[in-house]
């Protein structure tokens, strides 16, 4: 299994960003597929989650309404729609799966929120 996050940056206040996670090994319209996020001095934190079955989205506060999980089944990839981008958001973002009980992260994404 493998999970291939790119699409971070630098990107002002308010700006929109969308970040992609390349899976292998697995099929995301299989398992269960999520986001993370980890700030400089923070805890990973879960930004996002989609399901395997219904395609079912759910997210914490902090970002409902601004950001968007989304799949292709067919590029077996999933993205991540961010908008509204506030400088909390400054963080590495990470893709995760979970296959037989076993924790999957990608290699990370920094998005930078400065003006």
């Known amino acids: 299994v493998q999970l291939q996050a790119f699409g971070g940056g630098l990107v002002q206040p308010g700006g929109s960003l969308r970040l992609s996670c390349a899976a292998s090994g697995f099929t995301v319209d299989y398992y269960a597929t999520g986001w993370f996020r980890q700030a400089p001095g923070e805890e990973r934190e879960w930004v996002a989650c989609?399901?395997?079955?219904?395609?079912?989205?759910w997210y914490p506060d902090s970002v409902k309404g601004r950001f968007t999980i989304s799949r292709d089944n067919a590029k077996n990839t999933v993205y991540l729609q961010m908008s509204s981008l506030k400088l909390e958001d400054t963080a590495v973002y990470y893709c995760?799966?979970?296959?037989?009980?076993?924790?999957?992260w990608g290699q990370g994404t920094k998005v930078t929120v400065s003006s």
């Open positions: 995760h799966t979970l296959k037989a009980r076993i924790h999957y």
């Open positions: 989609i399901s395997s079955t219904d395609g079912s989205t």
